[in-house]
């Protein structure tokens, strides 16, 4: 049990980190061309559109609620004067609001994705791979902020998890702190880990494609051409 404890959080953790760095620079080094996110809006746009904005509006807020929650130390919060209760509503209302318009998006995505004969021979085995496990990583998200928390409420994951996790970055990961930890919570972390191994060899890559001199380009001018 120590052995796959040790195996499970540090070890994978650790690895999966390393291809997500290592992966990057070789992919980019050797195949730029292909660091593109592939878009199939021209065989289907009503789902693709309707999936993704849910996607990403609720995406970057639950980001931003994973920081907090695992990033900064409980102490630190009670200091700014975020107590555990108030801590606890935004987590399960906000974070839960924002984790259903995510799943809802990756759902639409994924049936999209699986069931459209045109857009599935268009998707690369990668493709479907990285579907699926994003919407087994919102799921357990959703399914431990809404019934995990309910069904175990004495559960603390800043007590456990995020202790964990801040570890792994100060190279002094404790595995027994996610002995007790509950299953779903235990699954979301895992899977969550496992995606970086993957983004460097998938469509993934795309995200850290952001068109920033689209602000500084010039203006393109189109002139109508009048034949005599």
């Not at 801590?87 to 399960?92: C, D, L, N």
């Amino acid at each position: 049990m120590a052995m796959l404890e040790q195996f499970l959080w540090v070890i994978y953790p650790y690895v999966c980190l390393v291809i997500f760095i290592v992966g990057h620079i070789f992919r980019y080094r050797t195949d730029q061309f292909n660091w593109t996110a592939k878009s199939s809006e021209f065989i289907e746009k009503k789902q693709l559109m309707a999936g993704s904005l849910l996607f990403h509006l609720g995406i970057i807020p639950v980001i931003m609620g994973h920081v907090a929650g695992l990033g900064i130390p409980k102490s630190w919060m009670r200091a700014l004067g975020v107590d555990d209760h108030l801590y606890h509503m935004g987590a399960v209302y906000v974070g839960g609001f924002f984790g259903i318009i995510t799943l809802l998006g990756m759902l639409i995505l994924t049936w999209r994705r699986f069931t459209l004969r045109n857009v599935r021979r268009l998707s690369s085995a990668s493709d479907l791979a990285v579907n699926a496990l994003l919407l087994l990583i919102v799921f357990m998200g959703m399914y431990a902020t809404l019934v995990t928390n309910a069904v175990q409420p004495e559960f603390d994951y800043r007590e456990t998890i995020s202790i964990w996790f801040r570890g792994l970055f100060v190279l002094s990961p404790d595995a027994s702190l996610m002995r007790e930890v509950p299953l779903s919570f235990k699954l979301h972390a895992l899977a969550g880990f496992t995606i970086f191994a993957f983004w460097p060899f998938t469509r993934l890559v795309h995200v850290w494609s952001v068109p920033l001199n689209y602000i500084s380009r010039s203006y393109i001018l189109y002139r109508r051409h009048r034949s005599n």
